[in-house]
């Protein structure tokens, strides 16, 4: 596609609820970056796949979340048992190459709201 | 202490004043990216540093390796820069500082 696209663009959840994020990189990126961002904050990373190896998880908060990219394409975050301390905007990213230099596309990612 | 440091938290200016955003980083690098957030927007990519300067029309981004500093400055401010600048920092993947807001004025 044209740009890295996220889904939903907002969801509600109510405390205790699993959820599912989904991202969808530019075609042929071969990395993958999780960030969640919460009010007035900037993101802080969550986890980081190349291909469909996820190299780095050292930013999941919780073993509640838990992040997959099967195929090297497609990734979702999946969070189990909301908390509120989980609200937050969860933004995905994804480079062609495997070193910075490549640059980033950021998806607008997904505002989650838990109550 | 976070490993990117941004400064000023907020920023409030008048149309037309020429505005400097800092950032401070505290690990090794390849690449420093200044980012620009509109308010429930998705982030965009405004520089990619690794050395020297780069400008793209009222925007201009320097860095300092040896310093570990960037500057971000806008000239000619105008009410559409209102957003938030994000700097971040690259190696393998991207740690990012907590962002200026900016609100110019008209």
């Known amino acids: 596609g044209a740009g890295v696209s996220q889904s939903p663009r907002y969801k509600v959840a109510k405390r205790g609820q699993d959820v599912a994020l989904r991202c969808d990189p530019i075609?042929?990126?071969?990395?993958l970056f999780w960030y969640q961002q919460a009010l007035g904050q900037g993101p802080e990373f969550l986890t980081y796949f190349q291909n469909e190896a996820q190299l780095d998880k050292s930013g999941l908060p919780s073993d509640r979340f838990f992040a997959e990219r099967p195929e090297g394409s497609v990734s979702t975050l999946k969070i189990q048992r909301t908390q509120q301390e989980d609200s937050a905007v969860y933004l995905c990213?994804?480079?062609?190459?495997?070193?910075?230099?490549?640059?980033?596309?950021f998806g607008s990612g997904t505002r989650l709201t838990v109550v | 202490k976070n490993e990117v440091e941004q400064s000023p938290q907020n920023l409030t200016a008048q149309e037309g004043e020429f505005i400097t955003i800092n950032c401070s980083y505290s690990?090794?690098?390849?690449?420093l990216h200044w980012l620009q957030q509109h308010p429930g927007g998705g982030i965009v990519s405004l520089f990619m540093?690794?050395?020297g300067k780069k400008k793209h029309g009222r925007l201009i981004a320097t860095i300092n390796i040896q310093e570990k500093h960037s500057s971000l400055h806008i000239t000619a401010s105008h009410p559409r820069d209102s957003a938030v600048y994000i700097c971040?920092?690259?190696?393998?993947?991207?740690?990012f500082g907590a962002g200026t807001r900016l609100t110019v004025k008209p």
């Open positions: 690990v090794g690098i390849s690449a």
């Open positions: 540093l690794s050395s």
């Open positions: 075609s042929g990126h071969v990395s």
């Open positions: 971040a920092v690259s190696f393998n993947d991207m740690r």
């Open positions: 990213a994804s480079s062609l190459g495997v070193t910075a230099l490549s640059g980033y596309t």
